[in-house]
């Protein structure tokens, strides 16, 4: 099982970004997934996440309005849209998936992830 993480770069402040993670292995279809990023000194913190049927999403507050997650059950593909991004926006990107039994769930606690992408760089520069 493996997740791929992809998309980032440098973009101004205020620019967008599309993040994408693609899972081979398997079918990620009853997996919840989520992003997280970790900034320099900084821990691992919770972006956003996406419940396994797609229709439910979670964000953390400094991203709400801002970021916008997806999935592709059928690419087994979950994307995180970044819009007016801004300096502390900088971190390195994780994507994330846990199994669930649960499809409305969403899962916003770092523990509960179970399998994590290489993580993928986003700079912005003010």
């Known amino acids: 099982v493996q997740l791929q993480a992809c998309g980032g770069g440098l973009v101004q402040a205020g620019g967008s970004l599309r993040l994408s993670c693609a899972a081979s292995?398997?079918?990620?279809?009853?997996?919840?997934w989520g992003w997280f990023r970790q900034a320099p000194g900084k821990e691992r913190e919770f972006v956003a996440a996406?419940?396994?049927?797609?229709?439910?999403?979670n964000y953390a507050d400094l991203v709400k309005g801002r970021f916008t997650i997806s999935r592709d059950n059928a690419k087994n593909t979950v994307y995180l849209q970044m819009n007016s991004l801004n300096s502390e926006d900088t971190a390195v990107y994780y994507c994330?998936?846990?199994?669930?039994?649960?499809?409305?769930?969403?899962?916003?606690?770092?523990?509960?992830?179970?399998?994590w992408g290489q993580g993928t760089l986003v700079t912005v520069s003010s």
């Open positions: 996406i419940s396994w049927s797609g229709t439910n999403t």
């Open positions: 292995g398997r079918s990620f279809d009853n997996y919840n």
């Open positions: 994330a998936a846990h199994p669930t039994i649960h499809p409305l769930t969403v899962t916003d606690g770092i523990h509960h992830y179970e399998y």
